[in-house]
């Protein structure tokens, strides 16, 4: 990781995960295993379908806490096959054991997402240059930075990583809003011009009205893939398609993503990269002795 504050960041995050695992500390191994044993250990792929590996990073970053050493035998977005080895681990025994559940833990949800994230990029085929694939804030409270990492490995958009990033009206706040044109204009004089605004819409009538109130994305919210293309050629009537982005969400799943795709969005962002990931399986093996 290039910048400082970022990597104390993370290594601060991945301590907190360490403690919260090991508590007083690993009782088993602490009462069966000498202290002054060291050992080598490998993390295998152990998933029956080819997968995308990431986490491997922070799963460095992990043994490195617990003083142990690594050697990353695979780059974090290379597709991977059971029994591939990932890694190789050197240390005291008892540090490798604290460290293991932590590091598998982050790499196979990272690898996951990052699996899942590829699958959608590769569905929509000869769009995937013109269409981003984004994912949501629907993350697991703590590992946004993680989640958000693991899709950018798998090739996608990280969106916005929080609250303060951008300015994203919602249907939430438009119940305490007379309209969708005076929110946009509020926002934008509140906020200033270097902050992106983006507003839900859930009609072609607001889609029009956030265009032509300045907007520069439209999120065309649970739209069926035949309204977005609807939608799509009645604002290009109007000349109004490219002043402002548009983002299709909402109902995405692998089997429609190019149906939407075919319409020619800017983003498609899907909540189910991050909050419904199928974990890739790996393990830790301890090989020897040393």
């Known amino acids: 990781m290039k910048n400082l504050q970022m990597y104390l960041k993370v290594r601060e995050s991945l301590t907190s995960f360490l403690r919260e695992d090991i508590e007083t500390g690993d009782i088993t191994s602490n009462s069966i295993i000498s202290p002054n044993i060291s050992a080598r250990a490998q993390i295998i792929c152990k998933t029956k379908k080819t997968a995308m590996v990431c986490g491997l990073e922070e799963a460095s970053m992990v043994f490195d806490i617990c003083d142990c050493r690594t050697q990353t035998l695979i780059r974090d977005g290379v597709m991977v096959k059971n029994q591939d080895i990932v890694m190789n681990v050197t240390g005291r025994a008892l540090s490798i054991l604290k460290a293991e559940r932590t590091a598998l833990n982050l790499i196979m949800r990272m690898s996951g997402i990052a699996t899942e994230t590829r699958k959608f990029i590769e569905l929509i085929g000869v769009y995937k240059d013109s269409v981003r694939i984004a994912c949501t804030r629907k993350t697991a409270p703590g590992l946004r930075f993680f989640d958000k990492k693991a899709v950018s490995i798998g090739g996608g958009d990280i969106h916005r990583m929080a609250l303060d990033d951008m300015v994203l009206i919602k249907d939430n706040h438009l119940v305490f809003s007379e309209s969708i044109e005076k929110s946009i204009k509020l926002a934008r004089r509140n906020t200033g011009s270097s902050v992106r605004v983006e507003c839900e ?4 009538d ?36 490219n002043r402002a982005k548009l983002e299709i969400s909402g109902g995405i799943t692998l089997q429609n993503v190019k149906s939407y795709a075919k319409s020619k969005p800017d983003i498609i962002s899907i909540g189910h990269l991050t909050h419904s990931p199928e974990a890739v399986d790996f393990s830790l093996e301890m090989i020897q002795k040393i």
């Open 201 to 204: 819409a859930t009609t072609l």
């Open 206 to 241: 607001d889609v029009i009205a956030a265009i032509n109130a300045g907007a520069e994305t439209i999120m065309l919210d649970n739209f069926s893939p035949s309204e977005v293309i609807r939608t799509i050629r009645e604002i290009t009537k109007k000349g109004i398609r």
